[in-house]
Every structure is written in structure tokens, then in C-alpha cells.
């Protein structure tokens, strides 16, 4: 059998390489969460953060804080809140909106795995130098900054 990688005119199109990088982070993300003993997908765990970042905002602007349609966000908040990881109340000033807060277990949590999600972003960009790291976020953090919604 030949180890040689096969070479396609699209994998180098960036929606594939946005694809595959996804699929690692994703796949980085879990293994070392749960070696550490953590149960969430990395959505939930953006939504732990954001919340802990903007305590009390709505589903809506929580979807939009972390770059999610409300649809996702909503089974989300559904399951974390089933976890006990974040309380809904109705909001004083409107009273369709629920606001979101992290419980006590979920902002916890949410501390407990800040250090290792930080630690590990390298794994997720294996290839490159600590300057090339900082290029591509920079690159990333642009290119999405006009991305449509």
C-alpha cells in the first residue's frame, strides 16, 4: 500500500481546509477534555464562556455571541440547562425573552476546563510556529470579522 497522501485540485480550496481544520479542533477539543475528565462539545463549552463573559444576556444575543442560528443555540441551552450548568428566568424587560445564567456548577465547570482548552489550541495547528500561530489567527479572526450571517 502506498502512504503517499493523495493530492486533489480541491483539498487545497479553503472550504475544505476550513473543513478538515474543523474536524481536528473538533476531534483535538474532545479527546483532551475528556482525558481530563469533562463532558461537553465544544459548542456547549462556548456557550459556558460566553455566558460567563455576558451573564444574564437572552438565547438570541447568546447566538450571536458565539456565531450560532437560535435553533442550535436553543437544543444547546436545553441540554446544559438539563445538566444544571445554567438557569433561564424571564426577563424583567421583555417577557417573551428568557435571560441565561450560568448556576454555580456551570460557572465551576466552565473555570475548571478554561486551562486545558487553552492548552489545547497548539494541538490544534500542530504545523505551525509560534508566529505562524499568531498570523493565522489573525488571518481567521479577519477573514470571519466580514463573514456574513
Same mark, same amino acid.
Request: net charge neutral; charged share 25%.
Given at each position: 500500500?502506498?502512504?503517499?497522501?493523495?493530492?486533489?485540485?480541491?483539498?487545497?480550496?479553503?472550504?475544505?481546509?476550513?473543513?478538515?481544520?474543523?474536524?481536528?479542533?473538533?476531534?483535538?477539543?474532545?479527546?483532551?477534555?475528556?482525558?481530563?475528565?469533562?463532558?461537553?462539545?465544544?459548542?456547549? +463549552?462556548?456557550?459556558? $464562556?460566553?455566558?460567563?463573559?455576558?451573564?444574564?444576556? $437572552?438565547?438570541a444575543r447568546l447566538a450571536e455571541?458565539?456565531?450560532? $442560528?437560535?435553533?442550535t443555540v436553543g437544543s444547546v441551552?436545553?441540554?446544559?440547562?438539563?445538566?444544571?450548568?445554567?438557569?433561564?428566568?424571564?426577563?424583567?424587560? $421583555?417577557?417573551?425573552?428568557?435571560?441565561?445564567?450560568?448556576?454555580?456548577?456551570?460557572?465551576?465547570?466552565?473555570?475548571?476546563?478554561?486551562?486545558?482548552?487553552?492548552?489545547l489550541q497548539a494541538r490544534i495547528?500542530?504545523?505551525?510556529?509560534?508566529?505562524?500561530?499568531?498570523?493565522?489567527?489573525?488571518?481567521?479572526?479577519?477573514?470571519?470579522? +466580514?463573514?456574513?450571517?
Open positions: 500500500m502506498n502512504d503517499t497522501p493523495i493530492k486533489t485540485r480541491s483539498s487545497a480550496l479553503p472550504g475544505h481546509l476550513i473543513r478538515r481544520l474543523h474536524q481536528l479542533s473538533t476531534r483535538v477539543f474532545t479527546e483532551e477534555t475528556r482525558a481530563a475528565g469533562f463532558d461537553l462539545t465544544p459548542v456547549q +463549552f462556548v456557550a459556558l $464562556d460566553a455566558l460567563r463573559e455576558n451573564n444574564g444576556i $437572552d438565547q455571541a458565539i456565531a450560532k $442560528d437560535r435553533a441551552i436545553d441540554r446544559l440547562e438539563q445538566k444544571g450548568l445554567i438557569a433561564r428566568q424571564v426577563s424583567r424587560r $421583555d417577557k417573551r425573552a428568557r435571560e441565561l445564567a450560568l448556576t454555580d456548577e456551570g460557572a465551576a465547570l466552565v473555570a475548571a476546563m478554561t486551562p486545558v482548552v487553552e492548552a495547528l500542530p504545523g505551525l510556529t509560534a508566529q505562524e500561530y499568531d498570523q493565522f489567527i489573525a488571518l481567521a479572526a479577519k477573514a470571519t470579522a +466580514f463573514a456574513p450571517e
